[in-house]
C-alpha cells in the first residue's frame, strides 16, 4: 500500500497549477487542462477565482500566448498549502 501511495504523490508533483480569476473562465480550453470542464473546476470560497492543472513541461497555450494570465502558479505542495486556506477551505460551522 505505501508503494501505491508514493506512487499517487508522485503522479501530483508532475503537475503546475494555477489560480486564475473566474472571470477568465470562458477563455480556458480544458482539452489542454487537467480539468474536463467549467463544472470540474475548484472555486474559491468567494467565488472569485478558480485553480487549472497541467504537466510539468508543457504549458498551455491560452496561457503562454497572454489569453489568460495566472493569479499566480505553483507546485503540489504549494497548491495544497494554499487549499487549506480560509480562501479555498470554507470554515466548519
Not at 5 to 14: D, F, P, R, S
Not at 47 to 64: D, R
Request: avoid cysteine.
Amino acid at each position: 500500500m505505501y508503494l501505491t501511495n508514493l506512487k499517487n504523490i508522485n503522479m501530483h508533483n508532475t503537475k503546475t497549477y494555477a489560480v486564475v480569476n473566474l472571470t477568465d473562465i470562458d477563455l480556458v480550453d480544458f482539452s489542454q487542462a487537467g480539468e474536463s470542464s467549467a463544472f470540474t473546476i475548484r472555486k474559491s470560497v468567494d467565488e472569485t477565482q478558480f485553480t487549472l492543472k497541467w504537466e510539468n513541461g508543457y504549458t498551455p497555450t491560452f496561457i503562454t500566448d497572454g489569453t489568460i494570465t495566472p493569479v499566480g502558479t505553483y507546485d503540489h505542495h504549494a497548491m495544497l498549502e494554499l487549499m487549506a486556506t480560509p480562501a479555498w477551505t470554507p470554515e466548519e460551522e
